[in-house]
C-alpha cells in the first residue's frame, strides 16, 4: 500500500521572505490588492510504500530533517493524505 | 604542497580557482570530479567556487551538500585541513554544517554581479594572515542566494567578537553600512570562519580578482595567505 503524505516547507516566523515581499508589492502593482501578509512555502507530495500513516508521516520528517528542510531557517508541517 | 578544486556537476569558475592556484601563485592543484573523490591527502580544499550545482534545486548547495564526497570534506575539516568555500562552495559548506548559518536567497532577489568592497576583519586566519585588519579590499559578487543569516543561539555579535568573521560587505572608506550591504547579509557579514579557523565560507569571488589584468589583486593574497600557512604547518 502506498500512503501520500504531504510535506509542507515554510520559513521560520521572522525570516525574511524576499519572495513572498516582491509578490506583494506586485500584487499592490496589479491595483487594489492589498495584501496584509503574504508568505511563500513549499510542498512537497510524497508516495511511500507502507501500511501505516504514523509510519509514512515519521520517514517524512526524516526526509525533511535531513534533506528537504534546512532546520536553521525552515519550519515543516507533515500530513498523511491518503 | 598540494590543493584540491571539487567540480560538481552545474559548477563554475573551478578552472579559475584552479588556474589561480597553479598559475598564479604557483601550487599544484589538482581538479577533483565529486564521484571520484579524493584519491590522495590535500593541504587544502577549494570548495567549487560558483555555479549552480544539481541546479540549485531544492536550496543552493542542498544536494551537493548529501553526496559522499562532502563527507571526506567534512574528514578533511575535521583533521585540520583547509577547507575554502567560494560562493556556490560556501552555500554547500553552510549546508554540510562547516560554519553556523546559511546563505540564503538575497533581501532583494535578484541575481547581483559586481565588484564590492570587503573589510578584513579578521587578518590572522590561515586565510586572511597576508592582509592587515581594517583593511577594505575589492573583490566581485556574483549571486542570488548569499544573503548570511546566522543560526538561533549563535549570535552574529558573538561571531565577530570572537574573530569568527573574515569579512563584511563595506564602503570604500570601510564602514559596513547598510547601503554597502548589497544582499541583506546580518551585520554585512559574508565571510565566516569554523570554530578552528582552519573552514572560511564566503560570497566574494578572490580568484577573480587575483591577477591585475582582471582588475584586483586583493584575492590573491588570501590564497597566498593559505599557502603560507601550509608551508608552516
Known amino acids: 500500500m502506498t500512503i501520500t503524505v504531504k510535506i509542507t516547507i515554510s520559513l521560520k516566523d521572522g525570516m525574511l521572505d524576499p519572495e513572498a515581499r516582491a509578490i506583494q508589492h506586485a500584487l499592490s502593482n496589479l491595483g487594489g490588492y492589498t495584501t496584509a501578509s503574504l508568505s511563500t512555502a513549499r510542498v512537497f507530495n510524497v508516495g511511500i510504500d507502507t501500511d501505516s500513516s504514523e509510519e509514512a508521516k515519521r520517514l517524512a520528517a526524516e526526509m525533511c530533517d535531513r534533506l528537504l528542510a534546512n532546520p536553521v531557517i525552515h519550519s515543516y508541517e507533515v500530513e498523511a493524505v491518503e | ?233
Not at chain 2, 599544484?28 to 550545482?53: H, M, N, Q, T
Not at chain 2, 548559518?101 to 597576508?130: D, H, M, Q, W
Not at chain 2, 563595506?170 to 582552519?198: F, H, K, M, R, Y
Not at chain 2, 589583486?217 to 608552516?232: A, P, Q, T, V
Open chain 2, 1 to 233: 604542497m598540494r590543493f584540491a578544486v571539487l567540480q560538481f556537476g552545474g559548477s563554475n569558475c573551478d578552472q579559475d580557482a584552479h588556474h589561480v592556484i597553479e598559475d598564479v601563485c604557483g601550487v599544484d592543484c589538482d581538479l577533483v570530479w565529486y564521484k571520484e573523490g579524493f584519491s590522495r591527502s590535500y593541504d587544502a580544499i577549494v570548495i567549487p567556487p560558483g555555479g549552480f550545482s544539481y541546479g540549485d534545486y531544492l536550496r543552493a548547495g542542498a544536494i551537493a551538500t548529501r553526496t559522499p564526497v562532502m563527507q571526506d570534506v567534512r574528514q578533511h575539516a575535521a583533521a585540520g585541513g583547509l577547507v575554502l568555500g567560494i560562493c556556490n562552495g560556501a552555500q554547500i559548506g553552510a549546508e554540510s554544517g562547516l560554519i553556523p548559518g546559511v546563505f540564503t536567497i538575497n533581501e532583494y532577489p535578484k541575481f547581483i554581479c559586481e565588484g564590492v568592497y570587503l573589510k578584513v576583519e579578521n587578518a590572522s586566519s590561515p586565510f586572511t594572515s597576508r592582509y592587515t585588519k581594517g583593511d577594505v579590499i575589492r573583490i566581485p559578487i556574483a549571486h542570488k542566494e548569499g544573503r548570511y543569516v546566522a543560526e538561533e543561539g549563535v549570535p552574529p555579535q558573538r561571531l565577530l567578537d570572537e574573530g569568527r568573521v573574515a569579512f563584511r560587505f563595506c564602503d570604500a572608506t570601510g564602514n559596513c553600512t547598510p547601503e554597502s550591504n548589497p544582499n541583506g547579509s546580518t551585520l554585512n557579514i559574508t565571510g565566516v570562519l569554523g570554530e578552528d579557523q582552519n573552514v572560511l565560507l564566503m560570497m566574494p569571488h578572490p580568484e577573480r580578482a587575483s591577477e591585475s589584468v582582471l582588475g584586483s589583486e586583493d584575492g590573491k593574497k588570501l590564497f597566498d595567505s593559505m599557502i603560507d600557512y601550509c608551508e608552516r604547518r
